[in-house]
């Protein structure tokens, strides 16, 4: 569904750039490029103006709903994610040393260690 969305958007938006280019300017005369010397528009005398427009706001109107659809659709939760994994995270590794890096205290936890009887020589 996504993908044929993002197909019929990618295509509404080439369709709207050419037409949008089609359509004379004030004063630009492009009906005269054509051979049509006196008229204001290739597609004569003022039917012209109203057909370009009328395809030019069908074509943003579509534009402006695949926009939107796209949108919501990449809001909804996915099944598949690449942070699925994120509540195990792997140990850290201190540099040039490969030994793991202890992970940071929780509250109420303690970093100071248990104090070590010191050992008498003859027992």
Not at 43 to 60: C, D, H, M, P, V
Not at 69 to 76: C, I, N, T
Not at 92 to 100: C, K, L, V
């Amino acid at each position: 569904m996504t993908i044929l969305l993002i197909i019929l958007h990618v295509l509404v938006s080439l369709f709207l750039i050419a037409v949008v280019l089609l359509q004379s300017g004030k004063g630009a005369e492009m009906g005269a490029s054509f051979g049509s010397g006196g008229s204001q528009s290739v597609f004569g005398a003022g039917g012209g103006a109203t057909f370009l427009s009328k395809l030019t706001t069908i074509a943003a109107a579509i534009f402006m709903l695949t926009s939107l659809s796209l949108a919501y659709l990449s809001g909804l939760p996915s099944s598949s994610s690449i942070m699925s994994g994120k509540n195990n995270p792997a140990p850290a590794i201190q540099p040039f040393s490969g030994q793991p890096v202890q992970p940071p205290l929780q509250q109420g936890k303690s970093s100071v260690p248990a104090p070590v009887q010191p050992s008498e020589p003859g027992k």
